[in-house]
T-cell receptor, first 115, second 111 residues
Framework: EPEVTQTPSHQVTQMGQEVILRCVPI?????FYWYRQILGQKVEFLVS????????KSEIFDDQFSVERPDGSNFTLKIRSTKLEDSAMYFC?????????????FGDGTRLSIL | DAKTTQPNSMESNEEEPVHLPCNHS???????IHWYRQLPSQGPEYVIH???SNVNNRMASLAIAEDRKSSTLILHRATLRDAAVYYC????????????FGTGTRLTIIP
């Protein structure tokens, strides 16, 4: 069964440094999402992306965050200047068709640790 | 966003059925009911979704009350691998909206 893959599985970065989290969504999917989960807390929506542009973003997704689909397969989340509170699991998800209410398929996440 | 209420935790014996309840008394007529689960150290995983009628798939069944104010996820024969946090999520029936996760139900399976 096709999977969403995320790399790296664990990223350790100094505060203030830039970090790029990478995702390869399922190949024929059209909608892409990033979520994060701080340890012990809920899964929180960050941003959704469709047709090469952001379709929705949360309050968390401020101007330190950006997303990009640089080629036909990758979907990246960049944090420009990381803060301690950015430490979390970051999950990428994708869903397939234009039809509404399609399931989202999640990767196993990248654990981001800010020192 | 319409809100769901789930028990914080449940336990079940291995190889027995599990009924996970969800209350959503403020559901609107166009909201779908989605269930996802999150196994330890993994991302959320889609389980099932429905609108009005009961639904079955290879993972589970979804029983939806006639007034749609509650639903129950049914795992027919729990295995140790079903130990996870289960999330009941309402999702509007337009576009491909974000998922809004609550705290879910932590299901423990007793061998």
């Amino acid at each position: 069964e096709p999977e969403v893959t995320q790399t790296p599985s664990h990223q350790v970065t100094q505060m203030g440094q830039e970090v790029i989290l990478r995702c390869v969504p399922i190949s024929n999917h059209l909608y892409f999402y990033w979520y994060r989960q701080i340890l012990g807390q809920k899964v929180e929506f960050l941003v959704s992306f469709y047709n090469n542009e952001i379709s929705e973003k949360s309050e968390i997704f401020d101007d330190q965050f950006s997303v990009e689909r640089p080629d036909g397969s990758n979907f990246t989340l960049k944090i420009r200047s990381t803060k301690l509170e950015d430490s979390a699991m970051y999950f990428c998800a994708s869903s397939g068709q234009v039809l509404s209410n399609q399931p989202q398929h999640f990767g196993d996440g990248t654990r981001l640790s800010i020192l | 966003d319409a809100k769901t209420t789930q028990p914080n935790s449940m336990e079940s014996n291995e190889e027995e059925p599990v009924h996970l309840p969800c209350n959503h008394s403020t559901i609107s007529g166009t909201d779908y009911i989605h269930w996802y689960r999150q196994l330890p150290s993994q991302g959320p995983e889609y389980v099932i979704h429905g609108l009005t009628s009961n639904v079955n798939n290879r993972m589970a069944s979804l029983a939806i009350a006639e007034d749609r104010k509650s639903s129950t996820l049914i795992l027919h024969r729990a295995t140790l691998r079903d130990a996870a946090v289960y999330y009941c999520i309402l999702r509007p029936n337009f576009g491909n909206e974000k998922l809004t996760f609550g705290t879910g139900t932590r299901l423990t399976i007793i061998p």
